[in-house]
């Protein structure tokens, strides 16, 4: 199974944590449902290119929260995740992307405002954007 995840070498977030973050987004979203089969740590490192060491610790914290369970012999699997539990995740996963653009926004010296205005206007961007996939339409470049 090939599953929609990309990582970036570039990014300060250590390449297990882009991983990890991205699957429990899949996971908390419904995207993957409980019992989908995920890769197996090797097949996930070689399609990603990374070290299985990479991916081993991504599927092990991913383990540690009890939103994926490795079978012995059969793979490694989705676990089922109490409703509650998928909104706290969703929201801490959130509240963690957000934090990091306000940093980054910080950094170059943005306002509060300025960062309001910013934030205001890439919501509309965004659902501007899907509308416009929607309907059959292209995305501008």
Do not use: W
Not at 46 to 55: D, G, H, M, R
Not at 89 to 112: C, M, N, P, Y
């Amino acid at each position: 199974m090939k599953l929609p995840i990309r990582v970036s070498e570039e990014s300060r977030e250590p390449l297990y944590h882009q991983i990890e973050t991205q699957l429990q987004s899949l996971i908390v979203s419904g995207k993957l449902p409980p019992g989908t089969p995920l890769p197996s740590i090797r097949a996930l490192a070689s399609e990603l290119s990374c070290s299985v060491i990479t991916t081993r610790k991504a599927y092990q914290n991913l383990e540690g929260r009890a939103l994926i369970k490795t079978i012995q012999g059969k793979g490694t699997f989705v676990k089922e995740v109490e409703k509650q539990r998928k909104e706290d995740t969703k929201q801490q996963l959130i509240v963690s992307a957000f934090l990091k653009a306000v940093e980054q926004a910080d950094q170059v010296g943005s306002t509060q405002a300025e960062m309001k205005s910013l934030f205001n206007q890439a919501l509309l961007q965004y659902f501007d954007n899907k509308i416009n996939k929607s309907k059959g339409g292209k995305e501008d470049e």
